[in-house]
């Protein structure tokens, strides 16, 4: 059986839309370099949670709705992050559901990675 393909939309920091396709059980991070998205230094620790570059911003209502919250490993990663946001989360720690079709998820101007 196929895994159903869910929709993500990326809004940069200069306003463009980046429409990419992801399976139930991708992460964003799976997403971004699944569909080859030019995003600077996004993912840089490739998911191992040391790095603050998948840091993307939800909507209000998208946020509240994930199913995972953020652990504690998370926080402090994200504490790190450049322009964090209330409705903030590491792209590589969010698994995409058929819940999320359609999505859209900013993702902030300056990119921090840790480990430089
Ligand atoms: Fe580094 Fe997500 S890719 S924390």
Do not use: W
């Amino acid at each position: 059986l196929n895994k159903k393909e869910v929709e993500v939309i990326f809004v940069k920091a200069n306003g463009d839309h980046i429409k990419a396709k992801g399976k139930v059980g991708d992460s964003f991070l799976d997403v971004v370099v699944n569909n080859d998205i030019d995003l600077d230094g996004f993912g840089a620790c490739e998911g191992t949670l040391t790095c603050s570059t998948c840091h993307l911003i939800f909507k209000k209502d998208d946020f509240d709705a994930l199913p995972e919250k953020a652990t504690d490993e998370e926080l402090d990663m994200l504490d790190l992050a450049y322009d964090l946001t209330d409705t903030s989360r590491l792209g590589c720690q969010i698994i995409l559901s058929e819940k999320l079709d359609g999505i859209e998820v900013k993702v902030p101007a300056t990119i921090n990675d840790q480990r430089s």
